[in-house]
C-alpha cells in the first residue's frame, strides 16, 4: 500500500526535528543486513543517546533541507540509514564502527557535524574523541586552573604580609628588652 503525501510529510517533520535534535548524522548503506542484527546494532546506540533509522534518499534530503543541514546527495544513494548521534558522541561512533566490523553488510558512506559533510575515513576519526566526562573533566580543570592560581597568589600575598608583621614584632620585643 502505498504512503500517502500527508504521512509522506509526517515523516519530513519528524526526521528533520531528529536531524536537528542530532550533532553527528552518519550515512550508512545497511544492504543484506538482517533486522535482527538491525535491532541489534539500535540496543548498542541507545546507551550513547543515539539512534539509528531507516530513510527514504529524498525524504531525508527534504528532511535536511528543512533542518537546515546541507543534503549530501553522494552519501544518499541506494539503500540508506542514518545514525543520529545525540550527546556521547565518540561512544555512538565506537559502537557503530564496531558494529561495522564485524556485520560487513553495514557500510558507513560518510556523515555530517552540522553544516560540515564528512567522509568514512573522517567519520572513522570521530572514535578517537574522549568521551564526555573527559571533555567535562578537561573543561573543568580548565576552569579550576586560574581560580586555583588566583588563590595561590593571595595566600602568598598574605603569608608575605604575616611574616612581615611577625618580623616587625620579633624586632620590637628585641627592641624592648
Known amino acids: 500500500m502505498p504512503i500517502t503525501r500527508e504521512e509522506k510529510e ?3 517533520v519528524e526526521l528533520a526535528e531528529r536531524f536537528r535534535g542530532g550533532q553527528v548524522i ?3 548503506e545497511y544492504r543484506g543486513l538482517p533486522t535482527p542484527a538491525l535491532n541489534e546494532l539500535r540496543r548498542a546506540l541507545r546507551p550513547h543517546q543515539a539512534e539509528f533509522h531507516i530513510v527514504k534518499n529524498t525524504l531525508a534530503g527534504l ?3 528543512r533542518a537546515g543541514l546541507p543534503a549530501p546527495e553522494a552519501l544518499l544513494k541506494g539503500p540508506t540509514a542514518a545514525g543520529v548521534f545525540k550527546e556521547d558522541i565518540a561512544g555512538a561512533a565506537r559502537a557503530l564502527t564496531g558494529f561495522a566490523v564485524t556485520n560487513r553488510e553495514l557500510v558507513i558512506k560518510g556523515g555530517q557535524a552540522g553544516q560540515r559533510v564528512l567522509n568514512a575515513d573522517e567519520v572513522a576519526t570521530l572514535v578517537t574523541l574522549p568521551t564526555r566526562e573527559v571533555l567535562l573533566g578537561r573543561v573543568l ?3 579550576n586552573a586560574p581560580i586555583s592560581g588566583l588563590v595561590n ?3 602568598g600575598t598574605m603569608r608575605g604580609l604575616l611574616n612581615v608583621l611577625q618580623a616587625h ?3 620590637m620585643e628585641e627592641a624592648e628588652a
Do not use: D, F, P
Open 10 to 12: 509526517e515523516q519530513i
Open 26 to 28: 552518519v550515512w550508512t
Open 63 to 65: 528532511a535536511l533541507q
Open 141 to 143: 580543570g580548565g576552569m
Open 153 to 155: 597568589v593571595l595566600a
Open 169 to 171: 614584632a620579633k624586632k
